[in-house]
């Protein structure tokens, strides 16, 4: 999405009022649970170690943090999660890839599908839009960081590219699996970021504009609302001037 950086830190001043209410950690302790499946050691699983650092900066509580990746480890009881996507259109033609964990997926694609027709959207098959993205890992600095200190201490780090956003600010991007290793090397090397997450970046965009963006905005948050739906990625490029007022 163009305004990448912008947008992501619009999401993730969302995601920090949800925490304050509760409601984000039900998505992590899942996201958390399904990683540890992969090994209940964060050192020698990047998945987990993502989803403990996204815990800990939504202020999870580190027992909370250990139940959850002690469950999906198989080592205590609790409800079992599957991960599904669901890929469709929105409006105007944008791409959407929907990321759940669930444990009923005919209740959770019933409840996507709704809402993609409820806003003029359809579902589509599975290949029909994921073939557009590439998982990657995003980290968002602010404007005014040194941009050639942080081009050095980032690809020192492995970062896979460095690009200026619309605002002044500046996108890392890495290989997902090294995004938890790329943040703390910048955070020894001096830098703050405002956003660090695993995210699917598209190969192409769709141009939108303010009446289409809303729509689509509509429909990213009333799927993020939805218990079972982890994240949601499209290929919308949405000018930084719509997002501020749409943020607002």
Not at 45 to 59: C, E, H, I
Not at 61 to 69: L, R
Not at 78 to 86: D, H, M, P, V
Not at 158 to 180: K, N, R, Y
């Amino acid at each position: 999405m163009a305004g990448h950086s912008k947008w992501a830190n619009i999401r993730h001043k969302k995601a920090a009022v949800d925490a304050k209410r509760g409601k984000i950690f039900t998505k992590i302790i899942r996201e958390l649970a399904v990683a540890a499946k992969g090994g209940a050691n964060p050192d020698d699983n990047p998945r987990l170690r993502a989803a403990v650092d996204k815990a800990l900066a939504a202020n999870m509580k580190k027992d909370t943090i250990e139940k959850a990746i002690a469950r999906g480890a198989g080592n205590a009881a609790g409800e079992s999660y599957e991960e599904c996507t669901y890929e469709g259109y929105a409006a105007g033609g944008v791409a959407v890839l929907v990321d759940c964990m669930t444990d009923n997926r005919n209740r959770t694609v019933a409840a996507v599908r709704h809402l993609f027709s409820k806003r003029g959207g359809n579902l589509g098959t599975d290949g029909s839009v994921a073939y557009l993205f590439t998982r990657r890992g995003q980290i968002c600095l602010p404007a005014g960081v040194d941009e050639d200190a942080l081009v050095d201490a980032a690809l020192a780090a492995g970062a896979e590219d460095i690009e200026p956003a619309e605002d002044g600010s500046l996108e890392v991007f890495t290989a997902w699996e090294d995004l938890s290793a790329v943040k703390q090397a910048l955070l020894t090397a001096g830098f703050e970021p405002e956003s660090a997450a695993v995210t699917m970046v598209a190969s192409t965009e769709v141009p939108l504009d303010r009446p289409a963006a809303e729509s689509l905005l509509g429909l990213v948050e009333q799927l993020e609302d939805l218990d079972d739906v982890q994240q949601v990625h499209t290929n919308a490029a949405i000018p930084l001037d719509i997002l501020e007022q749409l943020a607002d």
